[in-house]
């Protein structure tokens, strides 16, 4: 992000005493301090607005509330302008409101009591000797939404304890031009592997034995990372973390995945099959690890979870496939299953209106369809020309919405660079601006593919004599991979 202020470096007014002298970083929205006292489970937040941020919302200290968890936040205090404490009327759980411009803050969070019962993928956590820190929860939300804040935060933890965190890390102070996106996980136990990628820095930490070793799901993240830098052309970020942690909850087969920014979360609980563990976790992997370009690469706004929640789950199938991961069978079964929700849905929406709508953004409803949207796109491509595919959409998709100059509308910029493939402009007129029920004939017959009933269920087979151009399709879509590796055989 591009720094708005000019470097300025003031020295704060003691505050408390927490609050130390601390140098405010030059053009950081927000300076602030995370404090967290092991024996206690509180995190001791002060921190201080830059004199150019957020005007006209100094007067609200607010956080967003989190999926599961309502923080318990105590000993609120505020300072304005010249100093002095200003007057704050507490308007819920997690939201101040102030008489006069707030100029810097500090307060107590309780981590253990409120974050830390229950490990899991969208929140920080504390719990013992590690934890995991969004900033976006622990910080209080200033400006306008959306508007990426900038900051400067730095962790002061126990003896012994370590600090991850794909953002600028210069002993234990993070620097970060968007704070809603930061994460850090901090603790004295986490095992940490080196994932060997083709281009960019990627680190895998763990936590609590469960699942595979960190050897196999170091190789794990490495080739489905490696395998995304091929097909976007380049990594997303600089860094990237992953952090992969059991559950606390003792439950099996229980786990909740998140990409925040640079960095995927991942807390699982045991599979009561232990192959099921790997596979999950691939699967995880391969779909979070993809949200790490789009849409967390790219410079995109708005409502268009129906393109990257579809895609990533098409493009998961397609490189589980090069991977030699699942078979042929499974990524045709997969596609049926998501035509079998399509065509059941009743009261028909357009994939954009699922995606403004809160309760559906992420139903399954516009997951399937997305998911058919991509295959379909897929095979029209292919059908036009060999060298084409979903992938070279991708591909063109990151590279003019990453790092661009300036925001620009999802829907806009997906469905221009679609339109611009003649051979898409039906399927987005049908299936994703209209509320059509997926239509595979085209598809099928380009691909030579066929229905077929199995014990009561539609499902998706080869045609017994594809023809050479369907062969060819279906090559491209990966039919002979996994034929013609020993490996996947061997696991099978
Ligand atoms: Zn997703």
Same mark, same amino acid.
């Given at each position: 992000?591009?720094?708005?202020?000019?470097?300025?470096?003031?020295?704060?007014?003691?505050?408390?005493?927490?609050?130390?002298?601390?140098?405010?970083?030059?053009?950081?929205?927000?300076?602030?301090?995370?404090?967290?006292?092991?024996?206690?489970?509180?995190?001791?937040?002060?921190?201080?607005?830059?004199?150019?941020?957020?005007?006209?919302?100094?007067?609200?200290?607010?956080?967003?509330?989190?999926?599961?968890?309502?923080?318990?936040?105590?000993?609120?205090?505020?300072?304005?302008?010249?100093?002095?404490?200003?007057?704050?009327?507490?308007?819920?759980?997690?939201?101040?409101?102030?008489?006069?411009?707030?100029?810097?803050?500090?307060?107590?969070?309780?981590?253990?009591?409120?974050?830390?019962?229950?490990?899991?993928?969208?929140?920080?956590?504390?719990?013992?000797?590690?934890?995991?820190?969004?900033?976006?929860?622990?910080?209080?939300?200033?400006?306008?939404?959306?508007?990426?804040?900038?900051?400067?935060?730095?962790?002061?933890?126990?003896?012994?304890?370590?600090?991850?965190?794909?953002?600028?890390?210069?002993?234990?102070?993070?620097?970060?031009?968007?704070?809603?996106?930061?994460?850090?996980?901090?603790?004295?136990?986490?095992?940490?592997?080196?994932?060997?990628?083709?281009?960019?820095?990627?680190?895998?930490?763990?936590?609590?034995?469960?699942?595979?070793?960190?050897?196999?799901?170091?190789?794990?993240?490495?080739?489905?990372?490696?395998?995304?830098?091929?097909?976007?052309?380049?990594?997303?970020?600089?860094?990237?973390?992953?952090?992969?942690?059991?559950?606390?909850?003792?439950?099996?087969?229980?786990? !909740?995945?998140? #990409? &925040? *920014?640079?960095? /995927?979360?991942?807390? =699982?609980?045991? @599979?009561? $099959?232990?192959?099921?563990?790997?596979?999950?976790?691939?699967?995880?992997?391969?779909?979070?690890?993809?949200?790490?370009?789009?849409?967390?690469?790219?410079?995109?706004?708005?409502?268009?979870?129906?393109?990257?929640?579809?895609?990533?789950?098409?493009?998961?199938?397609?490189?589980?496939?090069?991977?030699?991961?699942?078979?042929?069978?499974?990524?045709?079964?997969?596609?049926?299953?998501?035509?079998?929700?399509?065509?059941?849905?009743?009261?028909?929406?357009?994939?954009?209106?699922?995606?403004?709508?809160?309760?559906?953004?992420?139903?399954? !409803?516009?997951? #399937? &369809? *997305?998911?058919? /949207?991509?295959?379909? =796109?897929?095979? @029209?491509? $292919?059908?036009?020309?060999?060298?084409?595919?979903?992938?070279?959409?991708?591909?063109?998709?990151?590279?003019?919405?990453?790092?661009?100059?300036?925001?620009?509308?999802?829907?806009?910029?997906?469905?221009?660079?679609?339109?611009?493939?003649?051979?898409?402009?039906?399927?987005?007129?049908?299936?994703?601006?209209?509320?059509?029920?997926?239509?595979?004939?085209?598809?099928?017959?380009?691909?030579?593919?066929?229905?077929?009933?199995?014990?009561?269920?539609?499902?998706?087979?080869?045609?017994?004599?594809?023809?050479?151009?369907?062969?060819?399709?279906?090559?491209?879509?990966?039919?002979?991979?996994?034929?013609?590796?020993?490996?996947?055989?061997?696991?099978?």
């Amino acid at each position: 992000m591009s720094t708005r202020f000019s470097p300025i470096t003031l020295i704060l007014a003691c505050f408390g005493l927490i609050l130390q002298n601390f140098t405010f970083a030059a053009g950081q929205d927000i300076t602030a301090q995370v404090k967290i006292d092991e024996k206690t489970g509180k995190l001791a937040v002060p921190g201080r607005l830059s004199p150019n941020a957020a005007k006209g919302f100094r007067r609200n200290i607010g956080f967003i509330r989190t999926r599961q968890n309502i923080l318990q936040i105590s000993e609120m205090t505020a300072l304005g302008n010249d100093g002095r404490p200003v007057n704050l009327t507490k308007l819920s759980p997690t939201e101040w409101v102030a008489d006069a411009d707030i100029v810097s803050w500090k307060y107590t969070i309780d981590a253990q009591a409120a974050l830390g019962s229950e490990i899991r993928a969208g929140n920080s956590w504390l719990r013992g000797i590690h934890g995991v820190l969004m900033f976006e929860d622990i910080l209080p939300a200033f400006g306008i939404n959306g508007v990426p804040v900038s900051a400067e935060i730095e962790i002061k933890m126990p003896e012994g304890w370590k600090l991850f965190s794909s953002e600028n890390n210069v002993r234990n102070i993070i620097r970060t031009a968007d704070l809603g996106n930061s994460v850090a996980a901090v603790g004295s136990g986490w095992e940490s592997a080196n994932v060997r990628t083709s281009a960019g820095n990627l680190e895998l930490i763990r936590m609590g034995s469960w699942g595979p070793s960190t050897e196999e799901m170091s190789k794990a993240s490495a080739e489905i990372f490696n395998n995304y830098v091929d097909v976007f052309g380049s990594p997303a970020s600089e860094n990237g973390l992953i952090i992969l942690t059991r559950r606390s909850s003792p439950a099996f087969d229980e786990w !909740e995945a998140e #990409a &925040r *920014g640079s960095t /995927v979360i991942i807390a =699982s609980s045991d @599979a009561t $099959l232990p192959g099921l563990s790997i596979q999950r976790l691939h699967e995880q992997l391969r779909h979070e690890i993809f949200h790490l370009w789009i849409p967390n690469g790219v410079d995109l706004t708005g409502e268009y979870s129906w393109f990257y929640e579809g895609f990533a789950l098409y493009q998961s199938l397609r490189t589980a496939l090069q991977l030699n991961r699942i078979s042929f069978n499974d990524y045709l079964d997969t596609i049926a299953k998501a035509y079998i929700v399509d065509v059941g849905v009743g009261q028909r929406r357009t994939l954009l209106e699922l995606a403004k709508d809160r309760n559906e953004r992420h139903g399954t !409803e516009l997951y #399937a &369809r *997305g998911l058919l /949207v991509a295959f379909m =796109s897929d095979v @029209a491509l $292919l059908q036009r020309s060999r060298s084409s595919s979903v992938e070279n959409l991708l591909r063109e998709v990151f590279k003019k919405h990453h790092r661009s100059a300036s925001a620009a509308d999802g829907n806009t910029a997906v469905l221009g660079i679609m339109k611009s493939r003649r051979e898409l402009v039906p399927i987005v007129r049908r299936f994703i601006e209209g509320s059509e029920k997926a239509d595979l004939s085209d598809a099928m017959k380009a691909a030579g593919l066929r229905f077929e009933a199995d014990s009561g269920r539609q499902m998706l087979k080869v045609v017994e004599k594809p023809s050479g151009r369907q062969r060819a399709i279906l090559d491209k879509l990966g039919y002979n991979n996994w034929r013609k590796s020993r490996k996947y055989q061997n696991e099978n």
